[in-house]
């Protein structure tokens, strides 16, 4: 099985160049279902996660071409409106295509996606919110089945900040008869980059960003090109493997807006950030100081960079506490991070973080995505060598995440 090898020791230093966002494509191809016509985006990371999204596109009859950088997507010969239960369990995010099927064709059917590596990731609160648009749905030997014979606007409240949610109502309402108006939806960054997506395609979307989102409904879409916003969440922890070594590098492609939260607790352990137009420079201390973190909705820590920030505070001075209040299994990276000699204690949603002068390299296995980053995290400054295994769960959210490693300086290769 596929693993990385890596020596601990090195300082990272040189200058990379962010991806595009996982968060921000996927919803992003999804929306492409709605036009009927053709979609072309640029700046897709060539990740696990986008291609099995690009196949269950092709399952439903779109035309997708992908060269030179750039994704192609013909939905004009759409003509399927199931998700096939296989990919639904692949993927766990592959309930927000529902959004877009039903916004398009008024009918839609898909499979509950099953746990994962994070948490149970139940749905219900996109069914709860679907119905709440008045969509028909019946459950019918493990397939949830929803229709409407037109879609009118709503007004809809949503118990919690979904991402997820958010995005399928906005999917499902685009091409709605009236105004839907969703209130507590979340706030992400990636939301923004939709609404933006969908206002070029000539949807009527505004309110991103805030509490609020109102969708006047529109009767046709057009052919589009899309430049996907930059991952935030592999900006952060290219950051934080700067941060653990002590070290400097620069990272173009940045929108410094959306990373906030992050570069505000990085400068609490004592490294400083210097942050130009479109890149960010980062300058580490020798030992950085132990800090406490509470995950929450944007614009409040993001619990997709809990698991780093962990790996990086296990050699801080000082003790760290870390509060998990988005999913409810994130903290299985520090069961492997133990093997190393790092002293942790989880209780319920509660991690506490003791640091420790040095960790030693080990044998462990990526729990999950960005539990295998926290994992690589340490092991760059763990005394020694380190495998990692499991590493397709990183592959899923990481472009040329090797790749760039080395090109910081860091002593990483792939070995079965
Ligand atoms: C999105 O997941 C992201 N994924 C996640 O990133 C991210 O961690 C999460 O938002 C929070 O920011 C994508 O955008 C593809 P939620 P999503 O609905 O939409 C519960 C990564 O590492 N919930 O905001 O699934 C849910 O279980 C991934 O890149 C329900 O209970 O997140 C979780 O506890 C991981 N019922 C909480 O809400 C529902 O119907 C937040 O989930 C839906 C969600």
């Known amino acids: 099985m596929t693993q990385y090898i890596i020596e601990g020791g090195n300082e990272l230093e040189g200058e990379i160049n962010s991806s595009g966002s996982k968060n921000a494509s996927l919803p992003i191809i999804a929306a492409s279902i709605l036009s009927g016509k053709t979609t072309t985006l640029y700046n897709v990371p060539n990740i696990q996660d986008i291609k099995i999204t690009l196949d269950i596109l092709r399952i439903l009859g779109c035309k997708i071409d992908r060269k030179n950088g750039k994704i192609i997507i013909d939905s004009g010969r759409m003509n399927k409106t199931e998700i096939p239960k296989e990919l639904m369990h692949k993927l766990r995010s592959s309930v927000i295509l529902a959004g877009a099927i039903?916004?398009?064709?008024?009918?839609?059917?898909?499979?509950?996606?099953g746990g994962c590596d994070i948490g149970g990731r139940p749905i219900d609160l996109h069914i709860k919110s679907l119905k709440k648009l008045g969509i028909n749905i019946e459950e019918e030997a493990g397939y949830i089945i929803c229709s409407r014979d037109k879609i009118i606007g709503a007004d809809i409240h949503l118990d919690f900040p979904s991402v997820g949610v958010t995005e399928n109502l906005m999917l499902a309402s685009v091409l709605a008869e009236g105004e839907t108006t969703i209130t507590n939806v979340a706030m992400e960054p990636?939301?923004?980059?939709?609404?933006?997506?969908?206002?070029?395609?000539?949807?009527?979307?505004?309110?991103?960003?805030?509490?609020?989102?109102?969708?006047?409904?529109?009767?046709?879409?057009?052919?589009?090109?899309?430049?996907?916003?930059?991952?935030r969440i592999e900006i952060g922890t290219f950051l934080c493997m700067t941060a653990i070594t002590g070290g400097n590098i620069i990272i173009n492609n940045v929108n410094n807006e959306d990373i906030k939260s992050?570069?505000?607790?990085?400068?609490?352990?004592?490294?400083?950030?210097?942050?130009?137009?479109s890149s960010i420079e980062i300058m580490a201390p020798k030992k950085l100081k132990a800090i406490d973190i509470k995950t929450m909705p944007y614009p409040g820590f993001p619990t997709d960079m809990q698991s780093v920030f962990g790996a990086m505070l296990t050699?801080?001075?000082g003790t760290s506490l870390i509060v998990e209040n988005i999913f409810e299994n994130r903290f299985r990276y520090l069961n492997e991070l133990k093997k190393m000699g790092a002293k942790v204690s989880i209780e319920g949603n509660v991690a506490i973080i003791k640091g420790v002068k040095k960790?030693?390299?080990?044998?462990?296995?990526?729990?999950?995505?960005?539990?295998?980053?926290?994992?690589?995290?340490?092991?760059?400054?763990?005394?020694?060598?380190?495998?990692?295994?499991?590493?397709?769960?990183?592959?899923?959210?990481y472009e040329n995440f090797d790749k760039k490693l080395r090109k910081l300086n860091v002593q990483i290769k792939l070995g079965t």
């Open 262 to 277: 992050i570069t505000s607790k990085l400068e609490e352990t004592g490294v400083r950030v210097k942050q130009e137009k």
């Open 315 to 317: 050699v801080a001075k």
């Open 190 to 231: 990636e939301i923004i980059d939709l609404q933006r997506f969908l206002n070029r395609m000539g949807a009527k979307v505004s309110g991103a960003g805030e509490n609020v989102i109102k969708i006047q409904g529109v009767k046709k879409l057009k052919n589009v090109s899309y430049n996907i916003m930059p991952d």
């Open 359 to 397: 960790l030693h390299g080990a044998e462990m296995e990526a729990p999950d995505l960005r539990g295998g980053a926290a994992i690589c995290t340490a092991a760059l400054v763990a005394k020694g060598q380190s495998t990692v295994s499991n590493i397709s769960h990183i592959l899923r959210g």
């Open 102 to 113: 039903l916004g398009r064709f008024n009918k839609a059917i898909f499979s509950y996606p």
